[in-house]
């Protein structure tokens, strides 16, 4: 880390822990609730390595929404779940100096947000084609110093599962987008599909930004696995990074299944390990099959 201090092992703890109390408006069907919030956090060390900062905080905040939907006539349900939260800190006390920062846990927990959210969704249950899209933006106000006040980037989780005759195509993207910059923080999206019964394709691209926005990494990934019969599986796995225009990593994996046993003879190469070769045998009843990470979940391994 760009921080100075040197190589740390630092062991930290949090714990987050909420009570709420859930209640009907009356309107729209609309619910609110109210909620405290304590988290506790401790570092076995901190800048100072003589100290072991610790942390205490209490919020409080409510939590209005509520969820309209509608059945057409080919079966299909839309529905869409607007919500309101509105949260504040009520108390923070912070013990045993400055604490070595690892990600967002360190940061201030002062200050006032509002998140304005709505998901819709949009499904056919006959067939588990369905279109999810949650998107979320926050403003915050009364921040410590050196903190981004006013709107806060902007959030997208969405996930489409739809057909192409036969063939089953899933689609997933998790993002976030600073509108002021306008750029992109953070995405992980992935589109995979079966153009047969027993081969699967899936496709991904990862992009991350620091704080200050520059790339910490932008790659692309490439995942297939084909079933040759009930006993006999293949799977190939590749990885690429466009931030240095090199490979990340490959594996070519060969599957037996057994009576008893399931084998793998895999060969790969990663990045900074060099190649590798290995034969793992694992017993029937405690093996589980990788899943490709769309169709698989969401249609079942071999459906």
């Given at each position: 880390?760009p ?8 062991l ?8 709420e109390?859930?209640?009907e ?11 405290v ?9 901190g800048v ?7 942390r ?8 209005l ?20 939260t509105?949260r ?21 927990l002062?200050?006032?947000v509002?998140?304005?959210?709505v998901?819709?969704?949009w ?25 981004r ?10 996930e ?10 899933g ?27 027993d081969?699967g ?21 490439f995942t297939?696995?084909y079933?040759?019969t ?22 070519f ?6 009576h008893?046993?399931?084998?793998e ?37 071999y459906?």
């Amino acid at each position: 880390f760009p921080d100075g201090l040197g190589s740390r092992d630092v062991l930290r703890a949090d714990s987050i822990h909420r009570v709420e109390m859930p209640f009907e408006l009356g309107l729209w069907n609309a619910r609110a609730t109210p909620f405290v919030e304590g988290r506790f956090t401790a570092w076995d060390q901190g800048v100072d390595e003589s100290k072991a900062p610790a942390r205490l905080a209490a919020f409080a905040g409510v939590e209005l929404g509520t969820t309209f939907w509608k059945r057409f006539g080919n079966g299909s349900i839309h529905a869409i779940a607007p919500t309101l939260t509105l949260r504040g800190d009520l108390d923070i006390e912070t013990t045993g100096g400055d604490p070595v920062r690892i990600d967002h846990v360190e940061d201030p927990l002062d200050g006032r947000v509002v998140e304005l959210g709505v998901r819709s969704r949009w499904w056919k249950p006959q067939s588990e084609e369905h279109f999810d899209l949650d998107v979320r933006d926050a403003y915050a106000t009364d921040l410590p110093s050196g903190q981004r006040e006013g709107f806060q980037p902007v959030s997208v989780l969405s996930e489409f599962l739809t057909f192409w005759g036969s063939v089953p195509i899933g689609f997933t993207h998790d993002g976030r987008y600073d509108l002021r910059e306008d750029e992109t923080i953070y995405s992980r999206t992935f589109v995979g599909f079966e153009p047969a019964h027993d081969w699967g394709l899936e496709f991904g691209y990862h992009l991350g930004r620091d704080d200050g926005g520059s790339v910490l990494y932008e790659a692309a990934t490439f995942t297939t696995r084909y079933r040759a019969t009930q006993k006999w599986e293949l799977e190939f796995e590749q990885s690429y990074s466009f931030s240095d225009s090199r490979g990340l990593g490959n594996t070519f994996l060969l599957r037996r299944i057994g009576h008893d046993f399931v084998m793998e003879t895999e060969i790969g190469y990663r990045a900074g390990e060099g190649a590798s070769f290995n034969i793992n045998l694992k017993p029937l009843f405690a093996w589980k099959r990788s899943s490709l990470g769309l169709i698989d979940r969401w249609l079942g391994v071999y459906h």
